[in-house]
């Protein structure tokens, strides 16, 4: 038996992306490898040596980055995504600060980095100077649940939006797009987050509305994904993008610049520039104007996706730690 810790960000912290990783971890590494036993802890002070030694892990598997500088070796950790030395404008002094003295010696430690798209892996290789033979690159899943739900009722198509607000993620590019649909474009746009009056009233429409949802339960998200025209990521970049996997599995046709769609998904997405509010617009229109086509391509990338399941992950996983513990 093989005893690892997993440094787990409390999950109403996370981001809708780290969340489903945690939650995929625990919930279904038991049953595809029984050889391993993972201990979740949620604070950084779990983490120092002298409280380690309790748990007699035999490996520490850091899944964010708020962990304790003096964990112990050996580790692994998950590198999610280098937006803050991509785009370090977007982010404060103090987590520049973090990144250089905390973030970067802790991956640097690391007896394997796990990455989630082969993106994030060329860029651990060039931003963090890890060589390539460190880093395991293992595709997020998708909740397979998904594919029992039934489609969300609208009263008009809608394109939809999974994720937080924060300054990355383009949302000012699809609030323009949208806003510049012509009036016969009827089309709502649906995203998940808090209600954003000043939104609704700066890029109102008459064919159409902004509805923010607040926080959806499981069920609810993944009836929107079916019932949606589209599903749009926006962002500036991405370390996987895992709202693009979710909707493509369940042949919702995927619109997501060019830089935050997943590897595995781009080649059935629409891609665009981040920023091009013109050239999203105009995807959006044509997606309107002939749904069908949309939906045949779509179906087709359904069929391979659904081969990444959490199962998947999980196991890819567990064949790191073990590479790791028994080298």
Same mark, same amino acid.
């Given at each position: 038996?093989?005893?690892? /810790?997993?440094?787990?960000?409390?999950?109403?912290?996370?981001?809708?992306? &780290?969340?489903?990783?945690?939650?995929?971890?625990? $919930?279904?590494?038991?049953?595809?490898?029984?050889? +391993?036993?993972?201990?979740?802890?949620?604070?950084?002070?779990?983490?120092?040596?002298?409280?380690?030694?309790?748990?007699?892990?035999?490996?520490?598997?850091?899944?964010?980055? *708020?962990?304790?500088?003096?964990?112990?070796?050996?580790?692994?950790? &998950?590198?999610?995504?280098?937006?803050?030395?991509?785009?370090?404008?977007?982010?404060?002094?103090?987590?520049?600060?973090?990144?250089?003295? /905390?973030? @970067?010696?802790?991956?640097?430690?690391?007896?394997?980095?796990?990455?989630?798209? $082969?993106?994030?892996?060329?860029?651990?290789?060039?931003?963090?100077?890890?060589?390539?033979?460190?880093?395991? +690159?293992?595709?997020?899943?998708?909740? *397979?649940?998904?594919?029992? #739900?039934?489609?969300? $009722?609208? $009263?008009?198509?809608?394109?939809?939006?999974?994720?937080?607000?924060?300054?990355?993620?383009?949302?000012?590019?699809?609030?323009?797009?949208? #806003?510049?649909?012509?009036?016969?474009?009827?089309?709502?746009?649906? =995203?998940?987050?808090?209600?954003?009056?000043?939104?609704?009233?700066?890029?109102?429409?008459?064919?159409?509305? @902004? +509805?923010?949802?607040?926080?959806?339960?499981?069920?609810?998200?993944?009836?929107?994904?079916?019932?949606?025209?589209?599903?749009?990521?926006?962002?500036?970049?991405?370390?996987?993008?895992?709202?693009?996997?979710?909707?493509?599995? /369940?042949?919702?046709?995927? @619109?997501?610049?060019?830089?935050? +769609?997943?590897? @595995?998904?781009?080649?059935?997405?629409?891609?665009?520039?981040?920023?091009?509010?013109?050239?999203?617009?105009?995807? =959006?229109? #044509?997606? /309107?104007?002939?749904?069908?086509?949309?939906?045949?391509?779509?179906?087709?990338?359904?069929?391979?996706?659904?081969?990444?399941?959490?199962?998947?992950? #999980?196991?890819?996983?567990?064949?790191?730690?073990?590479?790791?513990?028994?080298?």
């Amino acid at each position: 038996m093989i005893r690892v /810790v997993l440094a787990a960000r409390a999950t109403s912290r996370a981001s809708m992306g &780290m969340r489903a990783y945690t939650r995929a971890l625990l $919930e279904r590494l038991p049953h595809v490898a029984p050889d +391993v036993d993972l201990v979740p802890v949620t604070s950084p002070v779990a983490l120092h040596p002298l409280a380690l030694r309790a748990a007699r892990p035999q490996l520490v598997h850091l899944a964010y980055l *708020e962990a304790a500088p003096l964990v112990p070796r050996p580790y692994v950790a &998950m590198v999610h995504d280098l937006l803050h030395l991509r785009f370090p404008h977007l982010f404060s002094p103090l987590s520049a600060w973090y990144w250089r003295t /905390v973030a @970067i010696p802790l991956y640097r430690g690391a007896a394997r980095i796990l990455v989630s798209d $082969e993106r994030v892996a060329g860029e651990c290789v060039a931003l963090l100077g890890i060589a390539r033979e460190r880093i395991r +690159v293992m595709p997020l899943g998708f909740d *397979e649940r998904l594919l029992d #739900a039934a489609p969300w $009722e609208a $009263e008009r198509p809608y394109a939809f939006y999974a994720g937080n607000h924060r300054p990355h993620k383009g949302l000012a590019t699809l609030y323009e797009a949208w #806003a510049a649909l012509p009036d016969d474009v009827a089309l709502d746009l649906v =995203l998940t987050g808090p209600d954003e009056p000043a939104v609704r009233e700066r890029y109102a429409r008459r064919s159409g509305t @902004i +509805v923010f949802l607040g926080d959806l339960d499981e069920k609810t998200l993944a009836r929107r994904y079916r019932g949606a025209l589209a599903c749009v990521l926006p962002s500036l970049a991405e370390g996987f993008g895992i709202p693009a996997l979710e909707a493509a599995a /369940v042949a919702t046709p995927v @619109i997501a610049t060019a830089t935050a +769609v997943p590897s @595995i998904v781009a080649p059935y997405a629409q891609t665009f520039e981040a920023g091009d509010a013109v050239a999203l617009a105009s995807l =959006l229109c #044509a997606i /309107v104007r002939d749904p069908y086509r949309a939906r045949e391509a779509a179906a087709e990338g359904a069929v391979r996706l659904r081969a990444y399941t959490w199962d998947r992950f #999980a196991a890819s996983t567990a064949a790191v730690y073990r590479e790791v513990v028994c080298s």
